[in-house]
């Protein structure tokens, strides 16, 4: 059975850092393509952060320079670092591992960021 399990979310001050984790069992990802996506109740889902097979990164212009992206593939787990986090951060974060046969979705996790 395939689970995709996020981790690391809470509620922070502005400014904070923490780190996200998607943790994925019954599948091999590997150096695969992945993501990380976040959504508010008052925006679109948004894609925040990219890792390619290759390892090269891309980023949202909203959170260039803060959030980090990288994995542990040999344990098949995406991390996002996130540092200096900002109120316009709040959101649920997923973590998306879209393989040739099938996309799969962590189930999402709270980031809130308030004073």
């Known amino acids: 059975q395939v689970q995709i399990v996020e981790s690391g979310g809470g509620s922070v001050q502005p400014g904070a850092s923490l780190t996200l984790s998607c943790a994925a069992s019954?599948?091999?990802?590997?150096?695969?393509?992945m993501a990380w996506f976040r959504q508010s109740p008052t925006s679109q889902r948004e894609r925040v952060a990219e890792?390619?097979?290759?390892?090269?990164?891309a980023y949202a212009d909203s959170v260039q320079g803060r959030f980090t992206i990288s994995r542990d593939a040999g344990k098949n787990i995406l991390f996002l670092h996130m540092n200096n986090v900002i109120p316009e951060d709040t959101a649920v974060y997923y973590c998306?591992?879209?393989?040739?046969?099938?996309?799969?979705w962590g189930q999402g996790i709270q980031v809130t960021v308030s004073a």
């Open positions: 998306q591992f879209p393989l040739e046969a099938e996309t799969y």
């Open positions: 019954g599948i091999v990802v590997g150096m695969a393509y």
């Open positions: 890792i390619f097979h290759r390892g090269n990164t």
